[in-house]
């Protein structure tokens, strides 16, 4: 069976598991096996791992550090230039800036791919009419500077000064004043500068902005609910602070979640053979990453506060 085969029927059990039957998937996409059969799938499993890794970003990132640091060691110092990066991920404000570029990155690409086109249209433009603004005569002996004989050379020079210039275009070119196209192309520079400049890199800057605001708030967010509530159980502050022992106790003692993290931990270690029920039930969610075993909305001094009223 190919590889994407069996991660397509994989990912398949995974999505519908909930409202079928697992062994009736099993049997509808044809991936049970004879009885008796104990094979290994080498080539299946090699591939799923080269595909885990290979999108796993912090691994990515330490191969790369790793290969500037061998680098730098065999070749030359330049590369261990590349190391400071490391500087710029130890801390939570900068990390946000570099994933603000990321966040978006498909809107990003798309738009940069929109400023190429029209860009090249401004190109095909220039070449036909404009030509020969783009003519710098040279000095006594030297060839004029032709920034726009062929249409590579052409679209290269508009994209390079173009779209770094302030105002387009046209703070690169002659002046037109006096020419026969004088009027064309003031008409070319001011829709340039409107279209690339004004609308198009906007956007660009525009995207990244708001996607570090986003994640900005989303980290604010974040960081206000865990001071605001217990992260366990998910029950507010307010409601711990009218009890004697209050939150910050609740929350180091009675739901620290430390002590589940560790837990878990414990289980992901220790033999399945070994597992009483209510680690095995425990595991099976956790494997599935499914959290109803964290008590959300219950917690043993609500508990006693419910039977109090009730008595």
């Known amino acids: 069976?190919?590889?994407?085969?069996?991660?397509?029927?994989?990912?398949?059990?995974?999505?519908?598991?909930?409202?079928?039957?697992?062994?009736?998937?099993t049997s509808l996409l044809g991936a049970e096996r004879a009885p008796g059969d104990t094979s290994f799938d080498y080539r299946y499993n090699c591939w799923l791992w080269i595909g885990v890794i290979l999108t796993n970003g912090q691994f990515l990132y330490r191969v790369g550090y790793l290969i500037c640091s061998a680098c730098g060691v065999f070749f030359s110092p330049f590369?261990?230039?590349?190391?400071?990066?490391?500087?710029?991920?130890?801390?939570?404000?900068?990390?946000?800036?570099?994933?603000?570029?990321?966040?978006?990155?498909?809107?990003?690409?798309?738009?940069?791919?929109?400023?190429?086109?029209?860009?090249?249209?401004?190109?095909?433009?220039?070449?036909?009419?404009f030509r020969k603004f783009y003519v710098q005569e040279g000095e006594d002996g030297?060839?004029?500077?032709?920034?726009?004989?062929?249409?590579?050379?052409?679209?290269?020079?508009?994209?390079?000064?173009?779209?770094?210039?302030?105002?387009?275009?046209?703070?690169?070119?002659?002046?037109?004043?006096?020419?026969?196209?004088e009027y064309a192309r003031m008409l070319y520079d001011i829709s340039f500068f409107f279209f690339v400049i004004v609308i198009l890199l906007a956007i660009m800057q525009g995207l990244i902005i708001d996607a570090f605001g986003e994640l900005r708030d989303q980290q604010e967010s974040a960081t206000e609910k865990l001071e605001s509530s217990c992260f366990i159980c998910d029950i507010g502050k307010e409601t711990f602070d009218r009890l004697p022992r209050g939150f910050d106790i609740h929350t180091t003692k009675e739901h620290n979640f430390a002590n589940y993290l560790f837990f878990l931990q414990h289980l992901v270690?220790?033999?399945?053979?070994?597992?009483?029920?209510?680690?095995?039930?425990?595991?099976?969610?956790?494997?599935?990453?499914?959290?109803?075993?964290?008590?959300?909305?219950?917690?043993?001094?609500?508990?006693?506060?419910?039977?109090?009223?009730?008595?």
């Open 269 to 311: 270690n220790k033999d399945d053979t070994e597992y009483t029920g209510q680690e095995s039930y425990i595991r099976e969610k956790y494997d599935n990453r499914d959290w109803e075993f964290f008590p959300v909305g219950e917690c043993f001094v609500k508990q006693y506060e419910d039977q109090l009223l009730q008595s």
């Open 79 to 129: 590369f261990y230039a590349f190391l400071l990066i490391d500087v710029v991920l130890s801390f939570p404000m900068l990390k946000a800036i570099l994933q603000s570029v990321t966040h978006n990155i498909r809107q990003l690409v798309l738009t940069i791919m929109m400023t190429l086109v029209v860009v090249y249209l401004y190109t095909v433009v220039a070449f036909n009419f």
């Open 1 to 25: 069976m190919k590889y994407w085969d069996k991660f397509v029927r994989r990912k398949t059990k995974q999505k519908y598991k909930d409202q079928v039957d697992e062994d009736t998937l």
């Open 142 to 181: 030297e060839e004029p500077d032709r920034k726009c004989h062929n249409m590579l050379t052409c679209f290269i020079y508009h994209f390079y000064a173009g779209v770094r210039a302030g105002g387009g275009i046209g703070d690169e070119l002659e002046s037109p004043y006096g020419d026969e196209l």
